[in-house]
């Protein structure tokens, strides 16, 4: 394979994992940009980065770049994501991808038109646990899927300034934490949930605190999934089939899940990868769609999961500046 050289725009917690993680396949970053220079030179001489750009869309145009990696705030990625993708830039962008559907479309027919690879960088869908168990689903020896149940709740500090609950960052639990909890719905429904139902509790800054949220399929395959952040639940989602049921603790970055079967209650445990290295699965599997060797990516379930949200948004008439 290609020895691909990735940039990164940002430079904070991910950007750092993303750096290490390249580092344990013996890859070194190639480029940093950030909004403050002098941090991303900082972050260069820690991580024996080669390139800092002074102005990060001198990325998008340094042709010595291949992937770029977007981990800035949520209402910045369209912008960044054009602009990369109309400059022949394979795009891994954090989620939530971008604020709506109208973004992540206009996001996806460039990357259609230039042949080029745009994925989220959605744990759930690289770690080989969920890989190994959807097999395990597929193979039917816990027959037909029934229901799914997510818990995701954080207990933030109740600033309405801070990016969590700011408007003006996109901020809200949707985006924050749903977007995983629907992801992982997502990966288990055969298909994408058309009937949904909400509750939601806006924040005095407007944006979504907490909610509660039903969704069922055309196969009648049925999920809950609750969301806060103001109130710290147990990261675990239950997976309910007709001969057993599926326990994963702390997703999305999850190595165990235990099964229950029904008949005699026996549990079974399954283990596959490892929870320290999350992001080097999403490295591995963005360099195999870039290749052409294999798309793993699953920007389908990304499209399903932005569309959940803009309704749920819409339901709720929750929009941010951008939108208005």
């Known amino acids: 394979m290609k020895e691909y050289r990735w940039a990164t725009l940002g430079c904070g917690v991910i950007a750092k994992q993303l750096a290490e993680n390249l580092k344990k396949q013996g890859k070194t970053l190639y480029g940093v940009g950030n909004r403050t220079y002098e941090n991303a030179v900082k972050f260069a001489e820690t991580y024996g980065v080669e390139k800092v750009y002074h102005n990060v869309y001198d990325m998008f145009h340094d042709d010595e770049v291949d992937i770029i990696y977007i981990s800035t705030p949520h209402n910045t990625h369209i912008t960044y994501l054009k602009e990369a993708l109309k400059n022949g830039k394979h795009v891994l962008c954090e989620k939530s991808i971008t604020l709506n559907s ?127 952040l103001h109130a710290k639940q147990p990261k675990r989602g239950t997976v309910v089939f007709d001969k057993g049921y599926i326990e994963i603790y702390e997703y999305p970055r999850a190595d165990k899940a235990v099964i229950t079967y029904t008949e005699g209650n026996r549990r079974e445990e399954i283990e596959a990868g490892n929870t320290d290295d999350a992001l080097l699965y999403e490295i591995q599997d963005m360099e195999k769609a870039v290749a052409g060797e294999a798309d793993d990516m699953q920007l389908e379930y990304t499209i399903d999961v932005m569309n959940i949200m803009t309704r749920l948004r819409n339901d709720w008439n929750m929009k941010y500046p951008e939108e208005l």
């Open 102 to 228: 109208r973004e992540l479309t206009e996001a996806v027919g460039l990357a259609e038109n230039n042949n080029l690879v745009l994925a989220e960088a959605m744990t759930i869908y690289h770690m080989p646990l969920y890989k190994k168990l959807q097999e395990i689903v597929n193979s039917g020896q816990l027959g037909p899927l029934r229901f799914i149940q997510m818990n995701f709740g954080s207990y933030k500090d109740y600033n309405m300034e801070n990016r969590f609950f700011s408007p003006s960052l996109a901020g809200g639990a949707l985006l924050d934490i749903g977007v995983y909890a629907l992801s992982f719905v997502r990966w288990f429904m055969a298909e994408a949930p058309d009937q949904i139902l909400s509750q939601v509790k806006l924040a005095p800054s407007g944006v979504d605190e907490q909610a509660g949220i039903l969704l069922m399929n055309n196969k009648q395959e049925m999920a809950s999934v609750s969301l806060s």
